[in-house]
């Protein structure tokens, strides 16, 4: 039998990471078309250095920009950089586009910030942040190294011959101050979410802009992690898979819950219960995403940043990319992990 305390707990678990998301993607639109993306683009592709350089150089941002304020967050604003400095310098942007989402997906391991889900796996455990950090840092190493060399090894981004394009000099208004603001916020407080919602109302609203948000799919994932948080509050079978066979298991169940269902509704599902292993679970729920688009919010956030920023995702480069990628990756910072641990850190 379902009891209204089991939903009460679970709504208050899962609601956070989609108000926002929605908040976040208000003010991504504001910032976009007033060309401040573009601007950065242009101004990361001045400081010169090859194309390779580049664009480590802006994965190693992007790294520091998700532990920090989150993979949402660097969906969102990162991506459009990354697109924009591979334009400017006249190079062809895959390894740029799809750079950014599988950065941002791997380097969010860092903090409990970092990614949503690592606020739902980690709620049950006595970690503060310095002690997660402490525990991570070496995953998180090795996860923003490896995805970078496989980057570079894949695509070989080289300077190009297409003509530069000329940016345009970036309205600084309403989306930098918002932008600001919502740093601020989740810097600040440890559930920003309705004030970031706000924030991103009340710049759509200055800029009389009515962004396209993808409403449906934001609720049919909360309704989905919400109904998966209830269920498992009340069946034992999701917690029992976890912590028997020892951390790999626990990581690769992540990561194929996180394809089949998304990480979020995963992890309200295999987290309703203390885990065995939780770190380990994070490194399968925030890296088992980067083979299929499906597996995270911050995939959805990615596409629609690429897309209004005028370049053209391929889903499926995606997972062909994933597959090479996402093994390598579990499988560092899995081993990074166990000597984190044996070494007391």
Same mark, same amino acid.
């Given at each position: ?9 679970s ?6 990471p989609?108000?926002?998301?929605a908040?976040l ?9 007033d060309?401040?993306f ?19 150089g ?13 993979l ?9 950089i990354l ?6 310098r ?14 941002a ?11 949503l889900?690592?606020?739902i ?9 310095a002690q997660?950090a402490?525990a991570m ?7 923003v ?7 570079v ?11 530069r ?5 970036p309205?600084?208004g309403v989306g ?19 004030? *970031?919602? @706000? +924030? $991103?109302? /009340?710049a759509?609203? =200055?800029?009389r802009?009515?962004?396209? !948000?993808?409403?449906?799919v ?5 309704a ?11 069946w034992?079978w ?14 690769c ?23 065995g292993?939780?770190l380990a679970?994070l ?8 083979l299929?688009v ?8 990615w596409y629609r940043?690429?897309r ?9 480069? *995606?997972? @062909? +990319? $994933?597959? /090479?990628?996402v093994? =390598?990756?579990?499988?560092?910072a899995? !081993? ?10």
């Amino acid at each position: 039998m379902l009891h209204s305390g089991d939903l009460s707990a679970s709504i208050s678990q899962n609601w956070p990471p989609f108000v926002l998301v929605a908040g976040l993607l208000m003010i991504g639109v504001v910032v976009e078309r007033d060309g401040v993306f573009e601007a950065a683009g242009a101004w990361v592709e001045r400081r010169g250095g090859s194309a390779a350089a580049m664009l480590a150089g802006l994965l190693v941002m992007e790294a520091v920009v998700t532990a920090v304020l989150n993979l949402d967050t660097a969906a969102v604003f990162m991506t459009p950089i990354l697109v924009h400095a591979a334009r400017q310098r006249g190079c062809d942007g895959s390894a740029f586009l799809y750079g950014a989402l599988f950065m941002a997906n791997g380097a969010s391991l860092l903090l409990p910030g970092s990614n949503l889900t690592n606020l739902i796996v980690l709620a049950h455990e006595p970690l503060s942040g310095a002690q997660v950090a402490r525990a991570m840092a070496l995953p998180w190493l090795a996860v923003v190294a490896l995805t970078i060399v496989v980057l570079v090894m894949w695509f070989r981004p080289t300077d190009g011959h297409l003509p530069r394009r000329q940016a345009a000099a970036p309205r600084l208004g309403v989306g930098l101050a918002a932008t600001g603001a919502a740093t601020v916020l989740m810097l600040a407080l440890a559930n920003p979410a309705l004030p *970031v919602l @706000a +924030v $991103g109302l /009340v710049a759509i609203a =200055l800029e009389r802009i009515r962004p396209r !948000l993808p409403v449906a799919v934001l609720c049919g994932l909360f309704a989905l992690a919400t109904a998966l948080g209830v269920l498992a509050r009340e069946w034992d079978w999701p917690a029992s898979l976890l912590g028997r066979h020892g951390a790999a298991l626990d990581a690769c169940i992540g990561a194929l819950a996180s394809v089949m269902l998304n990480n979020l509704p995963a992890a309200a599902l295999l987290a309703a219960q203390p885990p065995g292993h939780p770190l380990a679970l994070l490194i399968g729920l925030n890296l088992g995403p980067n083979l299929l688009v499906t597996g995270s919010l911050s995939s959805l956030l990615w596409y629609r940043a690429a897309r209004s920023a005028g370049a053209r995702p391929s889903l499926w480069r *995606v997972s @062909a +990319v $994933g597959i /090479v990628l996402v093994p =390598l990756t579990m499988a560092a910072a899995l !081993l990074a992990l166990s000597a984190g641990q044996r070494a007391g850190l």
